[in-house]
């Protein structure tokens, strides 16, 4: 699907601009609280799923084809997909500043295991 392998491609540009703006200041011990601190870990989780995620929706793109689903199933998949890989980094951002936020990962969460799913399904269907 042309929509997931054009947002996989920006995605996965946007995890090196966030890896690039966190970088420049990683050496500072404590910097967002330190380490292994709350906040400073859940920017890393969300710098870490642009990459991860541009990468699932890249497979999904050159997958899709080939799964066993119908267009209504794919169109389903593909926007699951692209709106787990929004709101995934978005929801880390949230919990990073205020940790009571917590519950919003269910968006991401059940967006992806739609998408995930139907692929899956589609596939051992096919």
């Known amino acids: 699907m042309p929509v997931n392998e054009t947002f996989g491609w920006i995605w ?4 090196v601009v966030t890896g690039l703006l966190m970088g420049l200041r990683f050496h500072e011990e404590s ?6 601190s709350h906040p400073r870990r859940l920017l ?3 710098h870490i799923s ?3 995620l541009g ?10 084809a080939r799964s066993g689903l119908g267009p209504g199933g794919l169109g389903i998949a593909s926007w699951a997909m692209v ?3 929004i709101t995934m980094p978005a929801c ?3 919990v990073a500043w205020r940790k009571s936020l917590h519950f919003v990962f269910a968006v991401p969460v059940a967006s992806l295991f739609v998408g995930v799913g139907l692929v ?5 269907t096919r």
């Open 92 to 94: 880390c951002a949230l």
């Open 31 to 36: 910097w967002l609280g330190g380490y292994t």
């Open 12 to 15: 996965m540009l946007a995890g």
């Open 55 to 64: 990468i699932l929706n890249l497979l999904f793109a050159m997958s899709a």
């Open 83 to 85: 709106i787990g890989g």
């Open 44 to 46: 890393r989780l969300g």
């Open 120 to 124: 899956a399904w589609g596939m051992v």
């Open 50 to 52: 642009f990459m991860g």
